[in-house]
T-cell receptor, first 113, second 113 residues
Framework: DAKTTQPTSMDCAEGRAANLPCNHSTISGNEYVYWYRQIHSQGPQYIIHGLKNNETNEMASLIITEDRKSSTLILPHATLRDTAVYYCIVRVPYGGSQGNLIFGKGTKLSVKP | DVKVTQSSRYLVKRTGEKVFLECVQDMDHENMFWYRQDPGLGLRLIYFSYDVKMKEKGDIPEGYSVSREKKERFSLILESASTNQTSMYLC????????????FGPGTRLTVL
């Protein structure tokens, strides 16, 4: 079972920041938080990951709370092409079955003009 | 860019047929994965492989087998297709070691009649 809880759906206005929350209250000390997204009719796409510090890349920012029990993915200026299902996943950062991705239901983000 | 390709985007087969789904990656990744995706159930791992000729069962291996004779190619086999195997099948690959983000193919939508 997925170890994360996300809202089922969210709306965001085009050009505004999209903030997607994720709860992972049972996360263990060596587990990372990963975010993927899946645009309709395509395979999932990696976005970002982090352990405890905030992370930023060209796609998004990841804010992890100090107790690591929750995180927020931020798309700073959402566009219509960001409409997708966003998955928050916790996993250990090594190979073997323990490191496999377990996808939950995700959050369907709809960016509206 | 990493490219993961799947042999077909759409496939229609009859009950009892043997079905081969092919996946090829061009980035010399050690790890390859097969998932199926169904509405309301998310992505579920069928099989994965961390090396040539090596395979491990995922969460739902029943009714499937896999083959990895070459590093770049991972095949999913439905020995005798059934209607409950109608689904979207996604292949992914990743480097070995830490932080191994997975790169997904576009998916094959299989319909078994």
């Amino acid at each position: 079972d997925a170890k994360t809880t996300q809202p089922t759906s969210m709306d965001c206005a085009e050009g505004r920041a999209a903030n997607l929350p994720c709860n992972h209250s049972t996360i263990s000390g060596n587990e990372y938080v990963y975010w993927y997204r899946q645009i309709h009719s395509q395979g999932p796409q990696y976005i970002i990951h982090g352990l405890k510090n905030n992370e930023t890349n060209e796609m998004a920012s990841l804010i992890i709370t100090e107790d690591r029990k929750s995180s927020t993915l931020i798309l700073p200026h959402a566009t219509l092409r960001d409409t997708a299902v966003y998955y928050c996943i916790v996993r250990v950062p090594y190979g073997g079955s323990q490191g496999n991705l377990i996808f939950g239901k995700g959050t369907k983000l709809s960016v509206k003009p | 860019d990493v490219k993961v390709t799947q042999s077909s985007r759409y496939l229609v087969k009859r009950t009892g047929e043997k079905v081969f789904l092919e996946c090829v990656q061009d980035m010399d990744h050690e790890n390859m994965f097969w998932y199926r995706q169904d509405p309301g159930l998310g992505l579920r791992l069928i099989y994965f492989s961390y090396d040539v000729k090596m395979k491990e069962k995922g969460d739902i291996p029943e009714g499937y087998s896999v083959s990895r004779e070459k590093k770049e190619r991972f095949s999913l086999i439905l020995e005798s297709a059934s209607t409950n195997q109608t689904s979207m099948y996604l292949c992914a690959s990743s480097l070995g070691g830490l932080y191994n983000e997975q790169f997904f193919g576009p998916g094959t939508r299989l319909t078994v009649l």
